[in-house]
Structures are given as structure tokens and as C-alpha cells.
């Protein structure tokens, strides 16, 4: 049952985090925060999203507020370090904030860059962690695709490439002509049907994210219904909704690779004391924001109307 709007609004909380380097094309990470019977939840959709795709982010928001957690199979999760498509020097930088990582994920395809810029990156990253992934965000074109996969291997081998191009076919083609293993990201988080891309054999991973797909207890479902690995992922969440990332990631029957959930070290500020990884792992567990954060990380009065009419436009739509 969908809380009634008023009692959501009641509980709401919109912080703007600071980050340290550009992610996602962004400097300020905003989120609305709910606070329900059973806890927090977060509601991030991303602001280029319209209503019935943000709506997915808001249930989750509710099931984390108002329903009881499953219980997790495990208690610490191994995370990947997150290296933002920054310049080749800065990648010590951004590697220390992910202590003990011996997986890193590495952004490419970045608008106004080049493969240059890219494998510049990755071969800086490969100097300290053993293992690389990459993430194109759909960037490429299927020919981009081979020649960067090609480019990206030739100093060390790739875990394997995330969603190198835009649509399924094309990921499903670039399969059959790369030895690197790819992942889908996008075309199982933002699809209408969430199962395409495994039932066209056009991954070797499935990469899935709690919020976007509607909550833990969807993202389970969908994860039964796979049979290639999976690895959860964070949506630049705050502490808040990484809990519920740490959550079904704890959930998962198997957990063969590191998850990408330790992005909260791109914040300068989260809503709670920063947690450091412990050898890589991150433990598994609840989070309420301190009351000080959330005073001191609140967002303008506008931004925070205009979370409140999202949440408005989304609310009839989660039910």
C-alpha cells in the first residue's frame, strides 16, 4: 500500500552533497530523504528524468521508509574503488579514498575526450589495483567498441566492459566480436523489460541498481530470473540509499565480483560519518542520518519545492 502523499511530505529531508571531482556531469549531488516507520529511504532520480521513470526511484524511497528488510546472507560486502573520468595524474588521488580495493571501475567514453584520454587512465589505475573494469555508459559505436576494447587490453586484461554501447542488438553483436566479457548496465535498469538483454544473450554480467529498478525486493526477482552473475551497483546514492545497495547485494544467493558501491568517497559530505572500507569490504546495515548533516547539507529552499513537486508528480505513479 502507497503511503498517502501528505505523510511522505511529512517526512521529507532534500540535501545537496558537495562532491570532489565532476561525476556524472555533476558537482552537487541533490536527494530527498524519507523517514517511515521502518527507517530512511532515498528518493535521487536523477533531474533529466521525467515522472515514470523517477517514479521507480520513489518506491524504493517508500519500501526502505515503510517495509521490513530481508534478512541478509551475509555482512560485508567487497567493493570496487569508482575512478571518474578524471585525468591520468589525479588517479592516486581518487584511488586512496577506496582503501583495501582490489577492483577498481574505470569511467570512459567521455564526452570531449578520447581514447587517448582513456587508456591514459586505465593504465594509470592498473598501476595500483590488480583487477579493471570499465564503464562506457553506452558511449560507443560497436566499431568504437572493438577498437577500444582492443586499445583499453593491450596493457592487462579487462573484468570486463559495461555497457560499451547504447542499445541490446548492438551489445549482443559486440559480443560475438570482443573476447573482453561485457556487462549490461543501462539496458537492464532503464528497459522496459529488464530480462531483454539475457534473453538475447547480449551480456556476461548484469549490472543491476536498487532505486532505479523499484526497490530490494524487485531487484531480487529480477536477479532470480538471471543466469549470468550479477553485480549491484550504486546511483551516486548518499550513505542512506548505499545501505540498501549493501543490502541486496548481502541478499544475493552468489556475489562473484565486487560491487560498485562504494561511491560515497566522491562526497566531500554525506548525511552520515564517512565509512572507510575494511580490505576492500563495506559492512552491511541500517543508516539514519545524523539530525546535524541534514541541517547543515540541506538544499535551497527552491531545490528543496522542487524535489516536493517530484515527489507530488511521481506519488500517483508508484502504486
Known amino acids: 500500500m502507497t503511503p498517502p502523499l501528505d505523510e511522505l511530505l511529512d517526512g521529507l529531508h532534500v540535501v545537496a552533497l558537495p562532491m570532489r571531482?565532476?561525476?556524472?556531469?555533476?558537482?552537487?549531488?541533490?536527494?530527498?530523504?524519507?523517514?517511515?516507520?521502518?527507517?530512511?529511504?532515498?528518493f535521487g532520480a536523477f533531474t533529466e528524468y521525467g515522472p515514470d521513470e523517477a517514479?521507480?526511484?520513489?518506491?524504493?524511497?517508500?519500501?526502505?521508509?515503510y517495509l521490513a528488510p530481508p534478512p541478509p546472507l551475509r555482512q560485508w560486502i567487497p567493493i570496487n574503488a569508482t575512478v571518474p573520468a578524471v585525468p591520468a595524474e589525479r588517479v592516486p588521488e581518487v584511488l586512496a579514498r577506496f582503501p583495501g580495493a582490489g577492483t577498481a571501475k574505470v569511467k570512459?567514453?567521455?564526452?570531449?575526450?578520447?581514447?587517448?584520454?582513456?587508456?591514459?587512465?586505465?593504465?594509470?589505475?592498473r598501476e595500483h589495483v590488480a583487477r579493471v573494469r570499465v564503464d562506457a555508459n553506452g558511449g560507443w559505436t560497436i566499431a568504437e567498441a572493438v577498437a577500444a576494447c582492443a586499445a583499453l587490453t593491450a596493457g592487462g586484461p579487462l573484468e570486463y566492459v559495461e555497457q560499451p554501447c547504447a542499445t541490446v542488438a548492438?551489445?549482443?553483436?559486440?559480443?560475438?566480436?570482443?573476447?573482453v566479457p561485457v556487462a549490461a548496465d543501462e539496458s537492464i535498469r532503464k528497459a522496459d523489460d529488464p530480462l531483454l538483454v539475457v534473453r538475447s544473450n547480449a551480456a556476461d554480467v548484469a549490472v543491476v541498481k536498487v532505486a532505479p529498478l523499484g526497490g530490494v525486493a524487485r531487484l531480487l526477482g529480477i536477479a532470480d530470473q538471471i543466469d549470468v552473475p550479477i553485480v549491484v551497483s550504486s546511483a551516486l546514492d548518499s550513505a542512506v540509499g548505499m545501505a540498501r545497495g549493501l543490502l541486496a547485494a548481502a541478499c544475493l544467493p552468489q556475489l562473484p565480483y565486487a560491487c560498485g558501491l562504494g561511491t560515497g568517497g566522491l562526497f566531500v559530505d554525506d548525511v552520515v560519518e564517512p565509512v572507510a572500507?575494511?580490505?576492500?569490504?563495506?559492512?552491511?546495515?541500517?543508516?539514519?542520518?545524523?539530525?546535524?548533516?541534514?541541517?547543515?547539507?540541506?538544499?535551497?529552499?527552491?531545490?528543496?519545492?522542487?524535489?516536493?513537486?517530484?515527489?507530488r508528480a511521481c506519488h500517483p505513479l508508484i502504486g
Not at 55 to 65: D, K, M, N, Q, T
Not at 296 to 303: E, V
Open 55 to 65: 517514479a521507480h526511484w520513489l518506491a524504493s524511497a517508500v519500501e526502505a521508509a
Open 21 to 42: 571531482v565532476r561525476f556524472r556531469g555533476i558537482d552537487v549531488r541533490e536527494v530527498a530523504l524519507i523517514e517511515g516507520p521502518a527507517g530512511w529511504g532515498e
Open 277 to 311: 572500507p575494511v580490505d576492500g569490504r563495506l559492512p552491511v546495515g541500517p543508516v539514519g542520518p545524523d539530525p546535524g548533516r541534514l541541517a547543515a547539507l540541506a538544499a535551497a529552499p527552491d531545490r528543496r519545492q522542487w524535489w516536493i513537486d517530484r515527489v
Open 108 to 125: 570512459v567514453a567521455e564526452p570531449g575526450q578520447s581514447l587517448a584520454d582513456d587508456l591514459a587512465r586505465v593504465d594509470a589505475v
Open 170 to 179: 548492438e551489445l549482443a553483436e559486440l559480443r560475438r566480436l570482443v573476447a
